[in-house]
C-alpha cells in the first residue's frame, strides 16, 4: 500500500524534455524580405509547449546564437522555483554563446494560455517566442475545436541594430521605431478554413515587441472566456484589443451559412506610432474560409472599416473572474511610482522610475537574497539604481503608477498576477492625472476587480494594482515594450527573502555554470561586494544633463526631434528598402510640417 502513495504522484504528473539548440534562421515571415530570426531546432516559427497542470518540464537549451540568451516563462507563478522565472540579472546570469542551460520546473496548479520569450534585451522580437499552454482537464464551456493563433509586429532589422538608433542622442525624444508589419500566426495573408455551426475555442497571444493591436472578424463576435490565464464569466465582444503580452481565450461560433469568406483582421494601434509611413499596413487582413470555392474579400485600409469608431472603447475591466475574488483588503504596503521619459546626460532619452532608469546589477538579485544572510531585508544592498522593494510575507501590496508621459504602457509583473482597481487618462499632455486618493471617481473600487498578469496604463493617466505577497521570490515588474524596458522602465520586488532563503538556496548547477562563462559573480550585493553594504563600483544610470542646460536644451531638442523622426524613419527605410521606392519627398514635406508648427507656437 505504502508504494501506491508513491506511484499516485508519478503517474499523475508528466514530464516533458525539450532539448532545444537555439539558433538563427533565415525566414521571411512577412513575404517581404528574408531576415534571420532565432529558430529551434532550425525552425521557426516556435513549437508550441502544450502540457497539463502539475506537469514538469524540463528544456535543455544550447545557445549557438553569437549573442547572450535566456528564457521566460510570461505568466507562470514558479511557485517555490523563482531561480527558472529567466529574466537575466534579476534570477540568473545571461546564458552566453554556446553555453548549455537548463530550465526545470513544475507548472503547479495553473492552467490557461501562456508564452515563453527570450528575456535578454529585446530579443524576443528577433523571434525568440513561442506559445505555453497549460490544458485542464475539464472547461466550464462546451467547445468542439481548440485551436490556437499569435499576433505580433515586425521588424525587418534585427533588433539590437535597431536598438542603436534608437537609444541614440539623435532620438532625444524616445521614438519608438516602427514596426514594418504587423503579423498574424508569425506571417501575413493567413487562410483559416473553418467548419459551420462550430464553437472553436481561440487561444491568442500577443508576442509582439510594442505595439498593441485590435482583432476582428467581420459579422462574427468573440466570447471571452479567460483574460491572461484567469477564467472569466463569459463576455461577448465584437473586437479585442490587446497590449503587447496580453492572452485571451475566446470562443468563436461560426455560422451555418456557408455560402461567403470573411476578414479577419488584425490592426496596429496607430496611436502608439509616433508617426505613420505611407507604406506601412496598419491593417493585416487573413481570412476565415467557410467555401474555398468562394472569393476571398478585398483587403481594405484603416479607415475605411465601419467599427472604428467602436475600437477605442475596448475596456477590459468588465472580465470578472469565475473564482469570484473579491477586492483585497487595504495594503500593507503601496509602492508609489513616478514614471516619466527623460533626456539624461548622454543625450539619450530613459525611462524613469521616481527619477531611477533600472540598471542591471553585477549580480542576479536572487543570487544577493542567497549570499546575503540576515542583511538579505535591508534593500541598500539590491543597489541604488535597481528600484528595489521589499516585500514581507503575506502582505497585500498596493502598486500605484503614475503616467507622466503621454505613451500607453502594458505593465507585467512576474510571478503573480493582481487585481486592477483603478485606471484613468489625460488626452492633455501638459497635464497627467494622477491618481488623487481624495477623488471617489478614482477611489470607487469594483468588488470583482479584474485580475491579469499584463495591464495598460494609459496616456498620461493612472493605475492602481493589488496583490498578495504570497509567492517568496525576486520578481521584475516592467513595462512589456522592451524599447521602454531597455530604457529602464522597471522595478524589483524583493518578495520575503528570508523564505527564499529558506526553501530555495540551492542554485541548479547549470545556472552557476552560466555565471562563471560569463564571468559574472553569483555572489554579493548588487556591486558584487562581499561587504554588503558597500556598494562601490554598481552599475549606476548616466547623470543627468547639467544644470541650465534646460532652456538651450529644449531647442536642441527640437532640432534633434527632427533627426529622431529622420532617424527612425531612416530604420523604418532601410528595413523597406527592397520594397517600395524612395519617398524621401514625403519626409521632407513631413519635416516642413513640423517646423510650420512649431513657428506657429
Ligand atoms: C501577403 O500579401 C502581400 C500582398 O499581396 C504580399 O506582398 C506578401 O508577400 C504576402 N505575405 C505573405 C507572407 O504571404
Ligand atoms: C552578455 O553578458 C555579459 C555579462 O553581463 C555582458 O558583459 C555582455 O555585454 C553581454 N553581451 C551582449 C552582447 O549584450
Ligand atoms: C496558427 O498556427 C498554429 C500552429 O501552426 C495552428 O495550429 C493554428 O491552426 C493556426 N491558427 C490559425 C487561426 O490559423
Ligand atoms: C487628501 O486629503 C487629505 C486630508 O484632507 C490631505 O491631507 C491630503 O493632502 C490629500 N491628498 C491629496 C493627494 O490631495
Ligand atoms: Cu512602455
Request: hydrophobic share 35%; net charge negative.
Amino acid at each position: 500500500m505504502i508504494f501506491l502513495f508513491f506511484i499516485i504522484p508519478i503517474v499523475l504528473c508528466q514530464s516533458h524534455i525539450f532539448n532545444w539548440n537555439v539558433s538563427y534562421v533565415n525566414v521571411n515571415p512577412d513575404g517581404l524580405q528574408e531576415r534571420l530570426m532565432i529558430g529551434i531546432n532550425n525552425e521557426w516559427p516556435l513549437p508550441t509547449i502544450k502540457i497539463k497542470t502539475n506537469d514538469q518540464v524540463i528544456i535543455h537549451l544550447h545557445n549557438s546564437l553569437d549573442t547572450n540568451t535566456s528564457l521566460h516563462f510570461h505568466g507562470l507563478f514558479m511557485k517555490g522555483q523563482n531561480g527558472q522565472d529567466g529574466p537575466e540579472y534579476i534570477t540568473q546570469c545571461p546564458i552566453a554563446p554556446g553555453v548549455n542551460f537548463t530550465y526545470n520546473f513544475n507548472v503547479g496548479n495553473q492552467s490557461g494560455t501562456y508564452w515563453y520569450h527570450s528575456h535578454s534585451g529585446s530579443q524576443y522580437g528577433d523571434g525568440f517566442r513561442g506559445l505555453f499552454i497549460i490544458e485542464d482537464d475539464t472547461y466550464d464551456f462546451d467547445y468542439d475545436e481548440e485551436v490556437t493563433l499569435s499576433v505580433g509586429d515586425h521588424y525587418h532589422l534585427q533588433s539590437t541594430e535597431i536598438m542603436k538608433s534608437f537609444l541614440s542622442r539623435y532620438n532625444p525624444t524616445g521614438a519608438e521605431p516602427i514596426p514594418q508589419n504587423g503579423l498574424f500566426n508569425e506571417t501575413r495573408n493567413v487562410t483559416w478554413e473553418i467548419k459551420p455551426d462550430t464553437t472553436y475555442m481561440l487561444r491568442i497571444v500577443n508576442m509582439g515587441l510594442f505595439v498593441s493591436q485590435y482583432l476582428y472578424i467581420e459579422d462574427h463576435n468573440f466570447v471571452v472566456v479567460e483574460v491572461d490565464g484567469v477564467k472569466v464569466e463569459p463576455y461577448e465582444v465584437d473586437h479585442l484589443y490587446m497590449t503587447v503580452a496580453q492572452r485571451y481565450v475566446v470562443l468563436l461560433k461560426t455560422k451555418s451559412n456557408m455560402d461567403k469568406n470573411y476578414r479577419f483582421v488584425n490592426i496596429l494601434d496607430q496611436d502608439m506610432l509616433d508617426f505613420l509611413p505611407e507604406d506601412l499596413q496598419i491593417v493585416s487582413t487573413n481570412y476565415l474560409i467557410y467555401n474555398k470555392e468562394e472569393s476571398l474579400p478585398k483587403h481594405l485600409p484603416y479607415d475605411k472599416f465601419s467599427l472604428i469608431e467602436q475600437f477605442p472603447t475596448f475596456d477590459d475591466s468588465k472580465f470578472k473572474p469565475l473564482n469570484k475574488m473579491i477586492l483585497l483588503p487595504d495594503p500593507d504596503y503601496t509602492i508609489l511610482l513616478n514614471f516619466s521619459m527623460e533626456v539624461l546626460g548622454d543625450g539619450v532619452t530613459y525611462a524613469l522610475f521616481n527619477g531611477k532608469a533600472f540598471t542591471p546589477p553585477k549580480v542576479p538579485s536572487l543570487y544577493t537574497v542567497l549570499s546575503s544572510g540576515e542583511l538579505a531585508t535591508n534593500e541598500i544592498i539590491y543597489g541604488s539604481n535597481t528600484n528595489s522593494f521589499i516585500l514581507q510575507n503575506d502582505e497585500v501590496v498596493e502598486i500605484i503608477l503614475n503616467n507622466h508621459d503621454p505613451g500607453k504602457h502594458p505593465f507585467h509583473l512576474h510571478g503573480h498576477n493582481f487585481q486592477v482597481l483603478s485606471r484613468g487618462s489625460s488626452e492633455d499632455d501638459e497635464n497627467p492625472i494622477d491618481f488623487d486618493p481624495n477623488n471617489s471617481s478614482h477611489t470607487t473600487y469594483p468588488e470583482y476587480p479584474l485580475i491579469r498578469d499584463t495591464v495598460e496604463v494609459d496616456s498620461n493617466g493612472f493605475m492602481v494594482i493589488r496583490f498578495q505577497a504570497n509567492n517568496p521570490g525576486v520578481w521584475f515588474f516592467h513595462c512589456h515594450v522592451d524599447w521602454h524596458l531597455e530604457q529602464g522602465l522597471a522595478i524589483t520586488l524583493i518578495e520575503n527573502p528570508e523564505e527564499i532563503q529558506k526553501t530555495q538556496s540551492k542554485i541548479d548547477d547549470s545556472h552557476l555554470n552560466a555565471c562563471k562563462e560569463i564571468h559574472m559573480g553569483y555572489e554579493g550585493n548588487a556591486a558584487g561586494n562581499m561587504e554588503f553594504l558597500n556598494l562601490e563600483g554598481e552599475n549606476v544610470q548616466v547623470k543627468p544633463l547639467p544644470d541650465g542646460f534646460t532652456t538651450k536644451g529644449h531647442i536642441a531638442i527640437v532640432l534633434c526631434s527632427l533627426f529622431a523622426i529622420y532617424g527612425i524613419w531612416s530604420i523604418y527605410r532601410y528595413g523597406m528598402e527592397d520594397v517600395n521606392e524612395d519617398n524621401s519627398k514625403l519626409l521632407i514635406e513631413k519635416l516642413k510640417l513640423i517646423l510650420r508648427e512649431h513657428d506657429n507656437k
